[in-house]
Nanobody, 119 residues
């Protein structure tokens, strides 16, 4: 069974930094795309950042210039470096893996990790 597991959430003060990590297991292949989404209380899940297997990245408007996504296909991992955190970044962050060879529409979600930014 293909899975992704997040780690690295926690409590941080505004202006601080956190690094989230996500590791895929159950497959020897790399996802077509790996990324991070978040969901704050009462809000819809939104894109934070995505990284394709050909090197392109995409960021949500609210995190551009502050967050950096890094992908390591050799280890089948993706990480999210979050800098200059703001209280509005408080949310549950989910790792996502999209598409594998022969299973283009596969979506795999992690269980989520909570990030809390205090003011």
């Amino acid at each position: 069974q293909v899975q992704v597991v997040e780690s690295g959430g926690g409590l941080v003060q505004a202006g601080g930094s956190l690094r989230l990590s996500c590791a895929a297991s159950g497959t020897i292949f790399s996802f077509n795309s790996m990324g991070w989404y978040r969901q704050a209380p009462g809000k819809e899940r939104e894109l934070v950042a995505r990284h394709s297997n050909i090197g392109s990245t995409r960021y949500g408007d609210s995190v551009k210039g502050r967050f950096i996504i890094v992908r390591d296909d050799a280890k089948n991992t993706v990480s999210l470096q979050m800098n200059n955190l703001k209280p509005e970044d408080t949310a549950v962050y989910y790792c996502n893996g999209h598409g594998l060879p022969g299973v283009a529409r596969l979506e795999v979600w992690g269980q989520g990790t909570l990030v809390t930014v205090s003011s």
